[in-house]
Nanobody
């Protein structure tokens, strides 16, 4: 049974940092791409970052380049999203998802976590 569980969200001040975790079970990351998506209230869900090949391939959406870092701990079967220099516009529910290849189209991902709330506010 393939499952994804996000954690690490919370309230942080602008300019602060958070690290989100996506713990995978029922499969190994060798065989799936893991994408991070986010959805703000009233907005469409958008792709943020993606990794495949157990971290061998990485991509970022332009707005987070230089601020966010995606990484993989293969021993723990966990994908992380380190978020630095956070801005109020980063406020959203963040989801991780598993699919056959990296994509920013949510329909390409068949398995999703429950989401974790990130709020950036002073």
């Amino acid at each position: 049974q393939l499952q994804l569980v996000e954690s690490g969200g919370g309230l942080v001040q602008p300019g602060g940092s958070l690290r989100l975790s996506c713990a995978a079970s029922g499969f190994t990351l060798d065989y799936y791409a893991i994408g991070w998506f986010r959805q703000a209230p009233g907005k469409e869900r958008e792709g943020v970052a993606c990794t495949s090949s157990s971290g061998g391939s990485i991509s970022y959406e332009d707005s987070v380049k230089g601020r966010f870092t995606i990484s993989v701990d293969n021993a723990k079967n966990t994908v992380y999203l380190q978020m630095n220099s956070l801005k109020p516009e980063d406020t959203a529910v963040y989801y991780c998802a598993a699919g056959p290849f990296c994509s920013y189209y949510e329909g390409d991902f068949g398995h999703w976590g429950q989401g974790t709330q990130v709020t950036v506010s002073s």
